[in-house]
């Protein structure tokens, strides 16, 4: 494992990135990081607000700014915000700078995670549920796809499965 710089986790809201990412990073001996968190301590104000407040093109200039900073160094798993990857210079940035790993899940298993989650879901807030997942899922599936160098579907999968596929696959590339 010592040429991985980095393994950044992407995929759509409550695919599993930050439960996924602190039992992989503990497995590699690697530091977890979250880029939604990170914001939130940058901004001292959570994503929601910086939605509601400053617009969304605010939050992804913040988003990209911290990414490129943690991308910086090595030795990190990172679990990045689902729309990092509407920024074709944040997918440039996660593939040079880290085994990129889409956590790919079903609509379904994403509502399921959603109503056990009472996360920092901005994009939730706007309407229902599913009807936001339809509008939102779908035109972003390229994007992960071209992001990742890794694909695992998590559907019907244990967060302890899903890291052991991974480590599987890196081992491989």
Do not use: H, Y
């Given at each position: 494992m010592g040429s991985v710089?980095?393994?950044?986790?992407?995929?759509?809201?409550?695919?599993?990135?930050?439960?996924?990412?602190?039992?992989?990073?503990?497995?590699?001996?690697?530091?977890?990081?979250?880029?939604d968190d990170l914001a939130e301590k940058l901004e001292g104000r959570t994503i929601s607000s910086m939605f509601e407040n400053s617009g969304e093109e605010y939050f992804r200039d913040v988003e990209s700014g911290i990414l490129g900073e943690v991308l910086s160094e090595s030795g990190k798993v990172i679990s990045t915000g689902g729309g990092i990857i509407l920024r074709e210079e944040n997918?440039?940035?996660?593939?040079?700078?880290?085994?990129?790993?889409?956590?790919?899940?079903?609509?379904?298993?994403?509502?399921?995670?959603?109503?056990?989650?009472?996360?920092?879901?901005?994009?939730?807030?706007?309407?229902?549920?599913?009807?936001?997942?339809?509008?939102?899922?779908?035109?972003r599936l390229d994007k992960y796809k071209r992001a990742a160098h890794i694909t695992v579907d998590v559907d019907g999968k244990s967060p302890a499965n899903i890291v052991s596929e991974i480590l599987f696959n890196i081992k491989k590339i």
């Open positions: 710089k980095n393994i950044s986790l992407v995929g759509f809201m409550a695919s599993g990135k930050t439960t996924v990412g602190k039992q992989l990073a503990k497995k590699l001996g690697f530091e977890f990081v979250d880029t997918i440039r940035a996660l593939r040079g700078n880290s085994i990129v790993v889409w956590l790919k899940a079903s609509r379904d298993t994403v509502l399921k995670n959603l109503k056990r989650s009472e996360d920092k879901r901005p994009l939730m807030k706007q309407c229902e549920a599913e009807e936001r997942i339809d509008a939102i899922l779908p035109p």
